[in-house]
């Protein structure tokens, strides 16, 4: 069973960039379709990003797209989320998830994802 961890969450200020991890231990990672996610208080956990077997394989967040970055490294088990131009906005926990590649999936949605991390603080504040 996978498990996943994410890191890298922090305060900082609007404009900005920000780069979190997930490392991913157990599991056939390359195998995986990883997902990023978030909940800002008060909200229901939104979709973010994802990136499939195929590293050029991306999807984004209409809010998110040009100013996030999602990759992923199979040699090192861990998809990364690189956040620049941040925005008050952007404030949430951050969650990374991981489910079985389909290309009937949108993986836009959570319910398309079996395993999550357990979150990570994001603070964009002056």
């Known amino acids: 069973q996978v498990q996943l961890v994410e890191s890298g969450g922090g305060l900082v200020q609007p404009g900005d960039p920000l780069r979190l991890s997930c490392a991913a231990s157990?599991?056939?990672?390359?195998?995986?379709?990883l997902g990023w996610f978030r909940r800002a208080p008060g909200k229901e956990r939104e979709f973010v990003a994802n990136?499939?077997?195929?590293?050029?394989?991306?999807d984004y967040a209409d809010s998110v797209k040009g100013r996030f970055t999602i990759s992923r490294d199979n040699a090192k088990n861990t998809v990364y989320l690189q956040m620049n131009s941040l925005r008050p906005e952007d404030t949430a926990v951050y969650y990374c998830?991981?489910?079985?590649?389909?290309?009937?999936?949108?993986?836009?949605?959570?319910?398309?994802?079996?395993?999550w991390g357990q979150g990570t603080q994001v603070t964009v504040s002056s």
């Open positions: 157990g599991g056939a990672f390359n195998s995986y379709t």
């Open positions: 998830a991981a489910g079985s590649s389909n290309m009937m999936k949108t993986f836009r949605r959570p319910s398309d994802y079996h395993t």
């Open positions: 990136i499939r077997r195929s590293y050029t394989n991306v």
